[in-house]
């Protein structure tokens, strides 16, 4: 068998990928090596910075199989990494050294739960010892509008050109219209509404959604722990606020949009909290996915002070927040929801009103219940081809052209093959809404069976360190 050293260029293969270039590099302190009685050696792909604890038997010399591994895909992620190696062996030659890791590293977004760190090095601080299977060798100023009141019924009707654009011509307050369903912004025709509007929590969807207020011509005043993640929106014309308390004292509506339930308790009643602010008249949107008790406790908290609640919870992801393509679930105080339409209408494509409280986080619920349903079959499904020797890429094309075709086969199917997992939606949200899918069924006493197995997947791939990357990621779970 080949030995090798530090600093050798090789080809490298993780399980559902070609032999992919790369690179023998001496192992980070904190990270363990697997407890195999195999040779195995530390190797960085090229492309992405992952690493990995690898078989020897999986490893060959670069220049040696040039040729027989270079054409192993066709896809952009491998060509680039191809091309990153040949870089890195033209200054080896010309006594340079290889300052590929500095270039990568400094690619990297520094905001917390960046969206393109490289899936490896999230994991590895994490949970070192899972380093075998977790490494994936992949591809790789406020404009002034004047301020006018919110739209009377009449008003919003949308024209004859704007049904056009709609699949549903129902009338506000009840949806809003449709956008068109192309990746392309539709432009909205928004009048925004003339009171102030609080935003707390910036995570992967706060961020766009807020900015998405901000250009429609709201006048927005934002928070966020981490203070830094406030900085885009005050340069596009937001205000930053000093705590949650502070933002609900200067604002008349205020969003929340935060991970979990004990994120929105904290938020609500913690130090410098929501509570010490609100006011009779103010309003508070919680638009987080959390069980139902959570809702009714803190809807209580903020109605007892005078407040009004409403749930607004949506569908979408970090794409659809961006683009302002999100379908929001409304329930709760209609007062709120008619005062805040202008806010939906900049969020979404599509809002519905549902009545009682509890029924916008319980329809979410079920929606994301079905999706991780769907993305854990999705994962099986191109587990079991690779392993019946039934080409990935094609079998995906084939979905892509069938009765189940759909946005998340496309995108997350790609996502998969490529072995680039970008969080559009972290696993561990994805598993959060699997666990409070499988407690309102319990509750319900309706039987699971399916969301209950694929829960098993999430939680599994969560415990290997890789809950922070997108949800797609469930396939390193199944094709382990």
Known sequence: MTSFEVGDFVWAKMTGYPYWPAKVVEPDKDVKKP???VEMYFIRFYGTG????????????YDENKEKYS??????????????IEHAVERREKGLPDTSDEEEEESEPESEGSDDQPLAKKAKSEQGSSMETAATPPAKKRRKVAKK?????????????QRNLTTDSRLSPD???????????VPKDIIPTDKSIGFLGLGIMGVPMALNLVKAGHEVTVWNRSQARCTPLVEAGAKQGTSPADVVQHCDIIFSCV???????????GNTGVLQGISAGKGYIEMSTVDSDTIKEISEAITMRGGRFLEAPVSGNKKSAEQGKLVILAAGDRSLYMDAYSCFEALGKKTFFLGELGSGGNTKLIVNMLMGSFMASLAEGLSLAEKAGVDQYTLLDVLNLSDI???????????????????????????????????????????LHVAGAANELYKRTKAIGFGDRDMSCVYRAVNA
């Open 149 to 161: 009141s919110l739209p009377t019924r009449e008003e919003s009707t949308p024209t004859t050109e």
């Open 71 to 84: 054409l192993g895909s066709k896809r952009s992620g491998f060509l680039d990494a191809v091309k990153s």
């Open 405 to 447: 075709a759909c946005p998340l086969v496309k995108t997350k199917g790609a996502a998969i093959l490529e072995g680039h997992f970008p969080a559009s939606f972290p696993l561990k949200h994805q598993q959060k809404d699997m666990r409070l899918s499988l407690q309102m069924g319990e509750e319900l006493e309706q039987p």
């Open 175 to 185: 949806t809003t219209a449709d956008a068109d369903s192309t990746t392309n912004i």
């Open 35 to 37: 407890s195999k009685k």
């Open 50 to 61: 992952d690493f990995a604890w690898t078989k020897a038997d999986l490893i060959h010399k």
């Open 259 to 269: 991970s979990d339930a004990n994120a929105v308790r904290d938020l609500v009643i």
